[in-house]
């Protein structure tokens, strides 16, 4: 049985309310503060509300959700459980992209305030090489939240919470001197009149631009399979960001407008948009002497946490989706002692340095934000649709009113984000062009994968709940005894059932239900197996099958019966005939929704006294080595696992195999001792070192056929000369071929 990955639960309340607020406090509202000001005029106090109110409306849905669901990737995990394929994929999808350029722009955030608090010390401008100083600050700062994020989870949060900290005594600090600079002034009050002096499209516009600005919460969501309590905590941890950030903004915002002066004759909120990014250290600098640095190590320390944050829920989306075979498995990979998802970390640190360096972030970021108001729109739908289909899903937090408020939320956030089709018509191509990426991927790479994957899972739930079904593929009375024993072996090791099936095939245009003469002879030959079975104490039934194709019926009753093993002979002499038969065997193998075995020569129960298993790297090596006890137990024989050196290899190549070999023994459980020899060539060594009395168990090569159309193997050979019983197993999912498996199974 494959081994489950899971991620260890080591974060706390307080680490995973950090980690929400780093990632909302993050440049969004530094850089983007006095743009937004400029857009929207004194607006921009109900700029900040209105985007608090939709953030809360989303909020809600993921604090129900992420209570309830217990699993690393937010917002694509609930979609994917809600709603039909492609959403889950594309909410994935759309949520690594957003988090990946939300990241870039934190990172090139920090090299602009790092180069201008230099310039404020008095360092003078650096000229570095094939970029300038803050896109190489950008790159350093991604690299080294990488490397936090690598040494784990626990690290994760300690990194985000003391800056996060650090940057909320700064902010603090900035509101109470710009609250105490209005108060020693009459006449601030007229810096909000007009109040919406840009009209409602100034508004619409800034809040589009700040959304951004209130992302970051979801993240909680996302560790929801490391936290502990996640029950309570995660809900928990989800309102408190919002209590804490959505005030902090809403004072930014009052103090920036009332407490800055601007040159005679122009309007603040003007003023704050002409100074852009610098607009809060030119405001700080007039609240009291040396604010603005204060504010510039404030930008610092929020684009760090912001950094911190989003590129661990990037990450994590990247390893959910991988997880669930929507991306390449290798992104699934967890470090053997750091307990974290590294390749993910670092594919995803890639890609943030990618765009920071080669993209244009600004209408990146917009992009960004409407990604995310379509991301959340999709969770809001989540919470109605699994209300209606897990009733009874143990939610810690209910979001009130459903589905009247998850409604609301979803036309507010589709309203936003087709308000910002005019004010940024690059971002909605790039979001577009994004979404059409995945479209393509999907259809192309994922949808096939995640659908071998979905049965793999059933049949793996299947086994935790004892519901464990053997398929004995019985094609003739010669082969019954060999794949019945093989079969029963399986069955009886898990306490499981035998399903007899055999497949009359029918010439291509005849229909499926006339009359066959041959029918009898196959309901006998199935009797015989229930005989055989009951014989043996295994429960059994039995299926006659009638189909234009042999391989597509066996493929098809593995499924509809939800079996989680498929036996099935194999022809080992040169007949053509048989050879084409061998063709079938192989179209199982790779469409099989289950394990299989395969089985060549006649097995005998009373002579087999030892099961020989040949180990190699890899997961069918790994399920041939877990399968030997059971085998050994039905068969009254012993297991001896041996790995085969060739001559040829370096002393350094044969320890590697050596220790791949005990490492695919420990990963199947097994106890048994490695028994390491010396050959010529594998081949030749196998066939001199194969006992009498021995069934010979063995993964199947995770590359190419078990039995090619011309040629031979040696399982073949061995069964072919009466030598030994072979069954070669082959696990669901594919791996790279071992250099013995290239060997044993070639052709000759």
Same mark, same amino acid.
């Given at each position: 049985m494959a081994v489950e990955v899971r991620l260890s639960r080591e974060m706390r309340l307080i680490d995973i309310t950090m980690i929400g607020v780093g990632a909302m406090i993050g440049a969004g509202i530094f850089v983007l503060t006095g743009i937004a000001a400029g857009a929207a005029g004194p607006g921009l106090i109900l700029v900040f509300a209105l985007n608090g109110v939709v953030a809360v409306l989303a909020a809600m849905s993921? =604090?129900?959700?992420?209570?309830?669901?217990?699993? #690393?990737? $937010?917002?694509?995990? %609930?979609? &994917? +459980? !809600? *709603?039909?394929?492609?959403?889950?994929?594309?909410?994935?999808?759309?949520?690594?992209? =957003?988090?990946?350029?939300?990241?870039?722009?934190? #990172?090139? $955030?920090?090299?602009? %305030?790092? &180069? +201008? !608090? *230099?310039?404020?010390?008095?360092?003078?401008?650096?000229?570095?090489?094939?970029?300038?100083l803050e896109v190489w600050l950008a790159v350093a700062v991604c690299l080294l939240f990488a490397v936090i994020n690598f040494r784990g989870a626990s690290e994760t949060g300690k990194?985000?919470?003391?800056?996060?900290?650090?940057?909320?005594?700064?902010?603090?600090?900035?509101?109470?001197?710009?609250?105490?600079?209005?108060?020693?002034?009459?006449?601030w009050q007229a810096s909000f009149s007009p109040f919406l002096s840009n009209g409602w499209n100034g508004v619409f516009a800034a809040m589009g631009l700040t959304f951004i600005a209130f992302e970051g919460y979801e993240i909680v969501a996302q560790t929801s399979e490391e936290v502990e309590n996640p029950k309570r905590n995660v809900p928990l941890a989800v309102m408190l960001c919002l209590a804490i950030v959505i005030p902090i903004y809403l004072l930014v915002a009052f103090v920036a407008v009332g407490a800055t002066i601007p040159p005679a004759g122009v309007e603040v909120t003007?003023?704050?948009?002409?100074?852009?990014?610098?607009?809060?250290?030119?405001?700080?600098?007039?609240?009291?002497?040396?604010?603005?640095?204060?504010?510039?190590?404030?930008?610092?320390?929020?684009?760090?946490?912001a950094l911190n944050a989003t590129i661990y829920s990037s990450s994590r989306v990247a390893f959910a989706m991988a997880r669930d075979?929507?991306?390449?498995?290798?992104?699934?990979?967890?470090?053997?002692?750091?307990?974290?998802?590294?390749?993910?970390?670092?594919?995803?640190?890639?890609?943030?340095?990618?765009?920071?360096?080669a993209l244009p972030i600004e209408d990146v970021a917009a992009a960004a934000s409407v990604m995310f108001l379509l991301l959340f729109g999709a969770v809001n739908i989540a919470v109605i649709r699994l209300r209606q289909t897990h009733p009874h899903l143990d939610r810690g937090f209910k979001v009130p009113f459903s589905p009247v408020t998850p409604i609301i939320g979803i036309v507010a956030m589709l309203f936003l984000a087709a308000?910002?089709?005019?004010?940024?018509?690059?971002?909605?191509?790039?979001?577009?062009?994004?979404?059409?990426?995945?479209?393509?991927?999907?259809?192309?790479?994922?949808?096939?994968?995640?659908?071998?994957?979905?049965?793999?899972?059933?049949?793996?739930?299947?086994?935790?709940?004892?519901?464990?079904?053997?398929?004995?593929?019985?094609?003739?009375?010669?082969?019954?005894?060999?794949?019945?024993?093989?079969?029963?072996?399986?069955?009886?090791?898990?306490?499981g059932e035998v399903v007899l099936v055999h497949v009359a095939e029918v010439p291509e245009g005849e229909a499926l239900d006339a009359p066959r003469p041959a029918s009898r002879e196959a309901e006998a030959l199935l009797e015989r197996g229930m005989a055989y079975a009951r014989a043996r104490q295994v429960?059994?039934?039995?299926?006659?099958?009638?189909?234009?194709?042999?391989?597509?019926?066996?493929?098809?009753?593995?499924?509809?019966?939800?079996?989680?093993?498929?036996?099935?002979?194999?022809?080992?002499?040169?007949?053509?005939?048989?050879?084409?038969?061998?063709?079938?065997?192989?179209?199982?193998?790779?469409?099989?929704?289950?394990?299989?075995?395969?089985?060549?020569?006649?097995?005998?129960r009373a002579a087999v006294s030892r099961i020989l298993v040949p180990v190699t790297s890899g997961r069918n090596s790994e399920l041939a080595a877990r399968l030997a006890p059971s085998l050994a137990a039905w068969f009254t024989a012993d297991v001896r696992a041996v790995t085969m050196l060739d001559a040829t290899l370096s002393r350094d190549e044969g320890e590697r195999m050596v220790q791949e070999a005990r490492g695919t023994l420990q990963a199947a459980g097994s106890g048994q001792e490695l028994?390491?020899?010396?050959?010529?060539?594998?081949?030749?060594?196998?066939?001199?070192?194969?006992?009498?009395?021995?069934?010979?168990?063995?993964?199947?090569?995770?590359?190419?056929?078990?039995?090619?159309?011309?040629?031979?193997?040696?399982?073949?050979?061995?069964?072919?000369?009466?030598?030994?019983p072979v069954v070669v197993v082959r696990a669901v999912a594919p791996q790279h071929a071992h250099r013995f498996e290239r060997v044993f199974f070639a052709r000759t």
């Open positions: 993921y =604090a129900e959700l992420g209570g309830a669901i217990h699993g #690393a990737g $937010g917002g694509y995990l %609930y979609v &994917k +459980q !809600a *709603l039909p394929n492609p959403s889950g994929f594309l909410a994935g999808w759309m949520s690594w992209f =957003a988090h990946a350029v939300a990241c870039s722009l934190y #990172a090139l $955030g920090f090299g602009a %305030y790092f &180069k +201008q !608090a *230099l310039s404020v010390i008095g360092v003078k401008d650096v000229v570095t090489p094939g970029a300038p990194a985000g919470n003391v800056v996060t900290i650090g940057k909320l005594i700064v902010i603090g600090l900035f509101i109470l001197a710009g609250l105490w600079a209005m108060a020693q002034r009459t006449g003007r003023y704050l948009g002409e100074q852009k990014e610098m607009a809060l250290v030119t405001a700080a600098n007039q609240f009291v002497v040396g604010g603005g640095l204060i504010i510039l190590v404030g930008g610092l320390l929020s684009t760090l946490s075979a929507s991306l390449p498995q290798s992104l699934a990979r967890v470090h053997a002692t750091r307990g974290t998802p590294h390749v993910a970390i670092f594919v995803s640190t890639a890609l943030v340095i990618f765009m920071a360096v308000l910002m089709v005019k004010a940024y018509p690059l971002a909605w191509l790039a979001a577009g062009g994004w979404i059409a990426l995945g479209v393509l991927a999907y259809y192309g790479y994922s949808r096939k994968r995640e659908t071998a994957f979905q049965a793999r899972a059933s049949w793996m739930e299947k086994i935790d709940r004892n519901e464990y079904r053997v398929l004995v593929a019985l094609s003739s009375k010669r082969m019954l005894p060999s794949l019945m024993e093989v079969g029963l072996g399986i069955a009886k090791a898990h306490g429960t059994a039934r039995a299926v006659l099958t009638i189909g234009h194709r042999v391989s597509h019926a066996l493929v098809q009753s593995a499924r509809e019966e939800e079996c989680n093993f498929l036996v099935i002979g194999q022809p080992h002499t040169h007949s053509m005939l048989e050879r084409l038969v061998s063709s079938i065997v192989e179209r199982v193998l790779q469409r099989a929704p289950c394990q299989v075995a395969v089985v060549y020569g006649k097995v005998d028994e390491a020899v010396q050959v010529p060539t594998a081949e030749r060594g196998f066939l001199e070192i194969i006992e009498s009395h021995a069934l010979v168990l063995i993964g199947a090569p995770s590359i190419g056929p078990v039995v090619p159309l011309f040629g031979n193997t040696v399982p073949a050979l061995i069964a072919r000369h009466d030598r030994n």
